[in-house]
């Protein structure tokens, strides 16, 4: 489940924004 949790999530993120920045907000917001 961990697996998939972080993998989805930076995915969609840079295909939108391609930074860093919205990546780790991502991982705040969890």
């Known amino acids: ?3 998939k ?3 989805p999530a ?3 993120v840079q295909a939108q ?3 860093p ?3 780790i ?3 705040a917001s969890l």
Do not use: L
Request: charged share 20%; no cysteine; net charge negative.
């Open 1 to 3: 489940m961990s697996q």
């Open 5 to 7: 949790d972080p993998a």
């Open 10 to 12: 930076p995915q969609p």
């Open 17 to 19: 924004d391609n930074r």
């Open 21 to 23: 920045a919205p990546v």
């Open 25 to 27: 907000t991502d991982y």
